[in-house]
């Protein structure tokens, strides 16, 4: 199905914008996939739901709105929640105190995670947009251990800079899954300096390197009876993972590891070919994705 979502930051207003208009993907997908297909792209709103395979229509929207006449009109139709959305809680020097301890606490911990080689280039700054001074924490290792720099500048040595919240950063250390908070959606901003860094990954070290996720040796003794209840259950699959750990080893996370497409540098028609995505000629669809 084809979920709608509006995004109320400032920030990130101009994605409703320019995304991929969801009521045309049946058509888009039928001219360049699979002409005669059994498939169904219901698009829904707040209030539908599906039991089993079934589609109940149940939104206010259905009746009398079009996406284009939703996606429209925003400012008006959500005017209060953006302007919820953009209220700012500023931290107090307190919480701080406690979110740097934290941090320290987990940056040294994660650092296990990777080669030294790559943790020698994890030189970044957080610019943290709810501190009202001093709002960027220089983030440098110190022989082997990492130290955190409160500071009103981010480092001339940056590789890259992370923009989130203080308390979406603090939170996301209060769960064993918190990095979920920063990492999907739109909990964090990262401005990268070069295209070296790109290359090496080192957005997605520096990342992982601030949030809290399980880490395997670490973890799988507290929870040895669930490990081994998935084992017996799914033998072949974690055969498989374990093999491949196995051999990956001397690789993983050290350079080069996890070599990507740099397709944050495409333009659009580059990435569309890359991906093998048709490109659409959207003069011709004209006011359909007009929104």
């Known amino acids: 199905f084809a979920p709608g979502f509006v995004l109320l930051s400032d920030e990130n207003r101009w994605i409703n914008e320019i995304k991929f208009p969801r009521s045309i993907i ?6 360049n996939f699979e002409i005669e297909s059994g498939i169904q792209f219901p698009l829904t709103y707040p209030g539908d739901y599906f039991t089993d395979k079934t589609f109940n229509k149940k939104s206010k929207y259905h009746i009398d709105k079009s996406d ?11 005017a209060e929640q953006i302007i919820t ?7 107090e020097e307190d919480e701080m105190a406690l979110l740097i301890n934290k941090l320290s606490y987990w940056l040294n ?30 983030v440098i290792l110190e022989g082997n251990t990492f130290k955190i ?6 480092c001339p040595e940056d590789r ?4 989130t919240k203080a308390l979406l950063l603090s939170k996301n250390f ?19 300096f070069d295209e070296k860094s790109l290359e090496k990954n080192l957005d997605i070290v520096c990342v992982r390197l601030i949030s809290r996720y399980p880490i395997f040796k670490d973890d799988v003794m507290d929870n040895a009876a669930r490990v081994m209840k998935y084992y017996f259950n799914n033998p072949s699959l974690t055969n498989l993972w374990i093999n491949q750990k196995i051999k990956l080893r001397p690789y993983v996370n050290k350079y080069p590891f996890n070599e990507r497409d740099h397709w944050i540098s495409f333009n659009k028609c580059d990435l569309c070919k890359v991906c093998n995505l048709p490109e659409l000629d959207f003069e011709k669809l004209g006011d359909k994705i007009n929104f």
């Open 149 to 154: 720099y409160r500071n009103i500048n981010p």
């Open 160 to 163: 890259l800079i992370i923009k």
């Open 109 to 138: 911990k994660n650092k296990s995670l990777y080669h030294s080689d790559v943790l020698q280039d994890a030189t970044f700054s957080i610019n943290l947009i709810d501190v009202q001074q001093n709002n960027y924490l220089n």
């Open 85 to 91: 959305a953009n209220e700012i809680k500023w931290v």
């Open 26 to 31: 049946e058509k888009y997908y039928s001219e």
């Open 174 to 192: 209060d769960k064993v899954w918190g990095g979920d908070i920063l990492s999907i959606g739109y909990g964090i901003d990262i401005e990268v």
């Open 68 to 78: 284009a006449d939703i996606y429209g009109n925003l400012n008006e139709a959500l």
